[in-house]
């Protein structure tokens, strides 16, 4: 796996990645950026809910469950002193469907914390506090 990440000005910079696709990320003004994309911390942030909403996904698809949407909402907590690593990442799954069972849920988020997800399995073996939840929306 390959990236590249270019500085544009201030603090803005485009990264592109091994499959050929591009994101702005920029800082905040008082630290010299524009605000024209998110930060490099909220890409991390963000990169690990996708990592782990594509198992969940993936795996109450195989299990042929009727998910028509899957929100992960994620809150993070950092270190005050520098470096301000996430201390504490907790992730809310809210899974909507047509007569979704609450064991696939479960099973699918607990296979994606424990097993699957590179990202938040990696970031909880560096020390931070990765807690998951869920919550089911019947359509």
């Not at 931070?128 to 929306?137: F, L, P």
Request: with cysteine.
């Amino acid at each position: 796996m390959k990236a590249s990440v270019k500085w544009t000005d201030g603090r803005q910079f485009v990264a592109e990645s091994g499959s050929g696709h591009s994101v702005v990320i920029d800082g905040p003004p008082d630290h010299g950026g524009r605000n024209t994309g998110p930060r490099p911390m909220e890409m991390l942030l963000m990169g690990m809910g996708a990592c782990t909403s594509f198992d969940v996904l993936e795996i109450l698809e195989k299990s042929r469950a009727g998910v028509t949407d899957c929100v992960a909402s994620i809150e993070a907590e950092r270190a005050d002193t520098v470096p301000s690593v996430f201390t504490r990442i907790h992730i809310h799954f809210t899974v909507s469907g047509r007569n979704l069972k609450e064991s696939q849920v479960k099973r699918a988020v607990e296979l994606s914390a424990e097993k699957y997800c590179s990202a938040s399995i990696m970031l909880a073996k560096g020390g931070v506090e990765v807690t998951h939840s869920y919550s089911i929306v019947d359509d």
